[in-house]
């Protein structure tokens, strides 16, 4: 699920808080962990998207997908 433009400003509001004098009480702490970690899921699923959508042209003109690497 994408990140909303509202979780992205809640993390930047919880970021500068955590830097001020006040800091964060635990829930906040949690939550911008959790928000974080849905940021960087986020991102991941775009990269992944793009990469997906890939495709090599061969010499012979035909254009195949990108396959992924196993690890």
Same mark, same amino acid.
């Given at each position: 699920?994408?990140?909303?433009d509202?979780?992205?400003?809640?993390?930047?509001?919880?970021y500068?808080?955590?830097k001020s004098?006040?800091?964060?009480?635990?829930?906040e702490?949690?939550?911008?962990? %959790?928000?974080?970690?849905?940021y960087?899921? #986020? +991102? *991941? %699923?775009?990269?992944?998207?793009?990469?997906? #959508? +890939? *495709?090599?042209k061969?010499?012979?003109?035909?254009?195949?997908?990108?396959?992924?690497?196993?690890?």
């Amino acid at each position: 699920m994408p990140i909303t433009d509202d979780e992205i400003k809640r993390i930047n509001e919880l970021y500068h808080k955590q830097k001020s004098e006040e800091g964060l009480c635990e829930e906040e702490k949690a939550e911008q962990q %959790a928000l974080r970690q849905k940021y960087v899921e #986020s +991102i *991941r %699923a775009n990269l992944r998207s793009n990469l997906d #959508s +890939i *495709r090599v042209k061969r010499p012979d003109g035909s254009l195949e997908p990108l396959k992924r690497k196993k690890k």
